[in-house]
């Protein structure tokens, strides 16, 4: 008995030394960029996609795919990233996020849903790889390339089609692209951690399925050329038939929650919003066709003839969807801005009221009364109105600039020189900004609270030596 016992430590002792070995000869897969270099590789990213697609500036938009991200990012408790919703404004089916957690969606794909819960599924999908970090753990793959080229390489990946093409220029962009694809675990663990983000939310998980199966029948049996989503997502149909087994495994599907917005006025917002706005045009003429009573086609037929110049045209489309639905803001909203820019400055005033009584938490409505208040020479209600939608809304570049004018207008130079910079900083000019920011500094004295962020900014844009990645 006692040397079977002698044996069996021995066994034991050599199954240790076997499993140390073998974890020393081959470490675990741990994240070759630290958190901080993540978030770096994601401002690069962000900088690339801003020049090759618009980023949507419709705040309603934004703030509904925002809102769903939130609700999906709220159970998972402290997060190492600050996360950030983005809709491009691309026909292309696609939706990526990068390190750092920055998510973008494109309108393409945006329109091609019919509830809520097949945008969560896409958005939670998109969060899991960040928070699995898939990017990071690509190990010797970027550890030899500076940050600044891996955002070239990864920004092409993610965005697929013609700025594929266009920054993937170089040898080293050519050969390493195949190397930092998502591979099929990644999308599987990304799947998996997916469905249980959105249930953790409320969301109805068979949202994520459907929504694949979308994708899958966008490309159709003989197509050649995908949507750009199935090629930065690869293995779709292994990937579907695979979610529908891990279904059965979650608890019984919670009641869906109560939807973050109003789907269908975002979608109207997104076709108007098409480069073809003739096609827009026709899009809502057929609509009233079908429906000549349908306030919602009216005013996306007012928001295109707008974006088109016709603006006495949209202004009589607005008027008739306000009729048929006068306790809507957003379109009571879009009257008052067709006036503003008729120079009917009285009736701009007008409708841009009531609607903020109806809607007070749009940011677009402050933003244009400011425009209002300021052509007609009151500048406190500009300024008050302007720093309202800031507020609601800090990201809708314009506000800087009218916010400029504001302070201008009332000699306050240190102010109107600093929101200039920010709105030549928003529109990809630095040099511009940085002229602006030094001289916003000039005009405020060594105790203002705003001279920190403002040289804060002079340092982020003054030019630097560039230094290879250790």
């Known amino acids: 008995m006692a040397r079977i016992e002698k044996l ?19 470490p675990p897969n741990t994240p070759a960029l630290t958190i901080q270099e993540e978030r770096e590789l994601g401002e690069k990213i962000f900088q690339e996609v801003k020049k090759r697609w618009p980023i949507l500036q419709e705040p309603s938009v934004n703030e509904y795919i925002r809102g769903i991200g939130r609700k999906i990012l709220q159970p998972l ?3 190492p990233f600050d996360y950030q919703f983005y809709v491009l404004n691309s026909p292309e089916i696609n939706a990526f996020a990068v390190p750092g957690g920055k998510v973008f969606l494109n309108s393409g794909l945006i329109l091609l849903v019919e509830n809520e819960d097949e945008i969560a599924g896409v958005i939670s999908h998109e969060i899991a790889h960040v928070v699995a970090r898939h990017i990071a753990k690509r190990g010797e793959k970027t550890q030899k390339i500076s940050i600044a080229a891996l955002g070239a390489i990864l920004a092409g990946i993610f ?31 990304a799947d998996y951690l997916g469905l249980k983000f959105m249930n953790q939310a409320g969301y109805a998980r068979w949202g994520m399925i459907s929504m694949l199966k979308k994708l899958r029948r ?10 750009v989503y ?21 608890p019984q599907e919670k009641e869906s929650q109560k939807p973050t917005g109003n789907l269908k006025r975002i979608q109207t917002k997104l076709v108007a919003e098409e480069k073809d706005v003739s096609r827009s045009v026709t899009y809502f003429e057929n609509w009233l066709k079908r429906a000549p009573d349908e306030p919602e086609a009216f005013f996306g037929l007012g928001l295109a003839q707008k974006k088109m110049g016709g603006l006495d045209r949209a202004i009589e489309s607005f008027s008739r969807a306000a009729s048929l639905a006068p306790r809507d803001g957003e379109i009571l909203r879009e009257l008052g801005t067709t006036y503003l820019l008729k120079a009917n400055l009285p009736e701009a005033q007008k409708y841009l009221e009531r609607a903020r009584l109806l809607s007070p ?13 300021a052509e007609q020479k009151l500048p406190d209600e500009a300024l008050q ?14 506000i800087y600039y009218h916010l400029g004018m504001a302070y201008g207008a009332k000699n306050m130079l240190g102010p109107a020189y600093q929101n200039f910079g920010y709105y030549y900083k928003a ?8 002229i602006h920011f030094q001289k916003a500094l000039s005009h405020f004295n060594e105790q203002a609270p705003e001279r920190q962020a403002i040289q804060k900014e002079i340092q982020d844009l003054a030019p630097k030596k560039k230094e290879p990645r250790s």
């Open 218 to 227: 966008t490309q159709g049996p003989t197509s050649s050329d995908p949507p």
């Open 8 to 26: 069996d430590w021995r066994i034991f002792f050599w199954v240790i030394i076997t499993i140390l070995s073998f974890s020393f000869f081959f």
């Open 361 to 373: 938490l749009d940011p677009l409505i402050y933003f244009n009364l400011g425009r209002v208040y």
């Open 77 to 79: 408790g402290p997060q």
């Open 230 to 250: 199935l090629v930065t997502h690869p293995a779709i149909e292994e990937r579907t038939a695979d979610l529908e087994i891990q279904m059965g495994r979650f």
């Open 427 to 434: 529109m990809g000019d630095p040099k511009t900004a940085l």
């Open 159 to 189: 965005m697929g089609g013609q700025a594929a093409g266009a920054i993937a220029t170089t040898t080293m962009a050519a050969s390493e692209t195949a190397l930092l694809k998502y591979s099929r675990e990644d999308e599987e663990e």
């Open 385 to 398: 109105a302007l720093l309202r939608a800031k507020k609601l809304e800090p990201n809708l570049s314009g």
